[in-house]
Structure formats: structure tokens, C-alpha cells
């Protein structure tokens, strides 16, 4: 562990989600937040997504945070991160996430409920949801043979 705190503590940022997740194994949270905001902060998706599920489950803070977890799902799923996709395409469908949502995506929670209401009833999956959702790209329509 002492190399990889060293690791950490040069910048690595694969060594800060590491230090993140052994904490949270470990059942110390605090210090796994802590560890998965630097692995977030220097740009690792895996760290963002962690982040978000620690913030989202209230684990390492006061309480749950649902608009900065549904903030690093959204900034992990835009670098590329499938789980982080359906995390926030799940947390903007039972409400949460509200206040991180730009003019660029949907508006409120409100329309992220007709989204997903329009979705469901369309027999499409959570993954094209999490497509409205995170790139405002809805999936490919299929013709019928």
C-alpha cells in the first residue's frame, strides 16, 4: 500500500482509484472518497463512476449527494464509461439527479420522466435511455422486415 500511496501522491492517477477502492473494501469511506475525488479530478473514468456510486449511496459523506453522483456519472459516461451511462439513465429515472441537467440535455427531471416513460412504452432498453440521457443521441430506428 505504501507504493501505492507513493504513486498517488506523484499524480498516478490509476494509483488514486486504487487507493479509492481498497478503502471502500475496507469499509473506510471517507478516505475512499477522498482518494476517488483526486482519481476523478485527474481525469479517470473509473474513478468518476466510484465516486458517483459512493455519492449516491451516501458512503464517505453526510448524506447521499444524487445531482454530483449523477454529475460524475454523466462525466464518466461521456468519457466513455457503459455503467456510468446506466447509472445516470436510472438515477434520472426514479427523480434523482436533478440541478446538473444543462440546456444541452434535458431541462428537468419532469422531461427525463417523458423520456423515459416514451422508452419504456417503445419496448427500448435502459442503454438507449441512457443514450437520450447522457448524449442526447437517440438510438438508431429500426425498420421493420
Known amino acids: 500500500m505504501a507504493l501505492m500511496e507513493k504513486a498517488a501522491g506523484q499524480g498516478h492517477a490509476y494509483a488514486m482509484f486504487e487507493l479509492g477502492s481498497i478503502h471502500n473494501i475496507r469499509k473506510e469511506h471517507e478516505r475512499a472518497v477522498e482518494w476517488l475525488t483526486k482519481g476523478a479530478e485527474a481525469g479517470l473514468p473509473m474513478a468518476m463512476f466510484n465516486l458517483g456510486a459512493c455519492l449516491d449511496q451516501g458512503q464517505g459523506v453526510a448524506a447521499p449527494d444524487y445531482p454530483a453522483a ?6 464518466a459516461a461521456n468519457a466513455g464509461d457503459a ?5 445516470l439513465a436510472g438515477m434520472y429515472e426514479i427523480g434523482r439527479g436533478r440541478g446538473v441537467i444543462d440546456n444541452k440535455h434535458l431541462t ?7 423520456v423515459s416513460t416514451s422508452v419504456h412504452a417503445k419496448g427500448k432498453s435502459c442503454s438507449d435511455l441512457a443514450r437520450v440521457l447522457v448524449l442526447n443521441d437517440p438510438p438508431p430506428r429500426r425498420h421493420a422486415q
Do not use: L
Not at 70 to 75: I, S, T, V
Open 70 to 75: 449523477a454529475g460524475c456519472y454523466r462525466r
Open 83 to 87: 455503467s456510468a451511462a446506466g447509472n
Open 108 to 114: 428537468d427531471v419532469e422531461s427525463s420522466t417523458r
